[in-house]
């Protein structure tokens, strides 16, 4: 019997209340529910990123929140306590703290955790102090030092407990072009900045997967910034630069909404052929930051819902069906903590947005139900 698109959706609600999500955390670990369940059955990996912050955040600190990452998660990373900005307060002081208390509660509930990200390379988010740093009468050895003691310090730090790292985050630009920095003005380009990064990580930690991480997506307008990718991406093999996979953040967003459909435009296609020439050049993939902006979506919450699933549903059976994807990581789980409701435009009808697995009132919702059909559909790695 074909169910209609309504009856399927209800199904798919009612999934999610059968998946145990009212349960509490040990049992869920107990009987193998939860998300990273699902992905571990299939040698894949879930889970997301958590905030060092108090107990009102989306936080490890927040009681109800630690249960959701106990529930669902195999892995952590931290959402901005390894950024330079909360690391590096200066050019000889690193703070730790916040980013040390994650790694103890992955640590006390066997989470893996990876590291984001030993460089974030665009002006606005280094440091102000380092955008105005003074590099000297030999700039480019003063920016050696700063990038290399960077990165030798907090590898040296965490050695043995990170072993994936975003080495280099977001230095295309959507015109395609390579950010410039500081940093990288000083050292004399910035393929010059990022190749250094990669081979310093890849001294310091031989066996680790060292990644570069972008905000390229299969939404129509993105097609500048992908090309500007897969021209990074070739760079690194002509240069023999130590890159193991590409992570796509996977921040998907409906930005015009087609009442036919119930969702918004991509392009399936052109985003498959983008994949498979990443693929193809031996690289492999994370998920690194996956959520659904659903902005331009009805305010009506229910069907809202609905389309943020169905739209997600394209996107990770096209993901996950290739066998270099292991790792999958949400940028948060609940929608009340999501970088995303302070993110412009904002919804025109001021509500708040609804990326994420659970709502405000940590219930879960299709999109949750939707992940772990992904999964259990995906191919076994």
Not at 92 to 108: R, S
Not at 327 to 356: E, H, I, N
Request: proline share 5%; with cysteine.
């Amino acid at each position: 019997m074909k169910l209609s698109r309504r009856e399927t959706l209800a199904s798919m609600v009612a999934m999610a209340g059968a998946l145990g999500l009212g349960r509490d955390a040990a049992w869920a670990h107990e009987h193998g529910s939860g998300l990273h369940h699902a992905a571990k059955s299939k040698g894949m990996r879930f889970g997301s990123a958590v905030s060092a912050g108090n107990e009102q955040s989306g936080s490890f600190r927040n009681p109800q929140y630690a249960k959701l990452l106990q529930r669902d998660c195999g892995m952590l990373v931290a959402e901005n306590e390894m950024k330079w900005q909360a690391l590096r307060p200066g050019p000889d002081a690193f703070n730790f703290g916040p980013f040390d208390a994650i790694v103890a509660f992955a640590e006390k509930n066997a989470l893996a955790i990876r590291g984001h990200t030993l460089l974030w390379h665009r002006p606005q988010w280094q440091p102000a102090w380092l955008e105005a740093y003074d590099f000297g009468a030999t700039p480019v050895r003063e920016a050696e030092r700063l990038l290399t003691t960077h990165i030798k310090t907090v590898t040296d730090r965490y050695r043995g407990k990170i072993l994936s790292y975003d080495v280099v985050n977001e230095t295309v630009l959507e015109d395609s072009t390579l950010a410039q920095t500081a940093l990288s003005r000083a050292i004399g380009g910035t393929e010059t900045l990022v190749d250094l990064a990669f081979h310093t990580a890849r001294e310091q930690l031989p066996d680790a997967e060292l990644v570069y991480n972008d905000y390229m997506s299969w939404e129509p307008g993105n097609e500048k910034h992908r090309a500007g990718v897969l021209k990074l991406l070739e760079g690194f093999k002509k240069r023999n630069v130590p890159v193991d996979a590409l992570g796509v953040q996977s921040h998907i967003r409906i930005d015009t909404y087609d009442p036919s459909t119930g969702t918004g435009p991509k392009q399936e296609r052109e985003w498959r052929q983008f994949i498979d020439e990443v693929t193809a050049m031996g690289y492999h993939l994370l998920m690194t930051e996956f959520d659904v902006n659903d902005q331009a979506l009805p305010a009506d919450i229910a069907s809202r819902d609905q389309s943020v699933a169905a739209y997600a549903k394209g996107y990770l059976d096209l993901m996950f069906s290739y066998p270099q994807l292991k790792d999958v990581l949400a940028w948060g789980l609940c929608d009340s903590y999501s970088w995303l409701q302070q993110f412009q435009p904002t919804r025109t009808d001021g509500q708040p947005k609804r990326p994420c697995p659970y709502d405000s009132e940590f219930k879960s919702k299709p999109l949750h139900t939707v992940l772990a059909q992904a999964f259990a559909s995906a191919p076994a790695r």
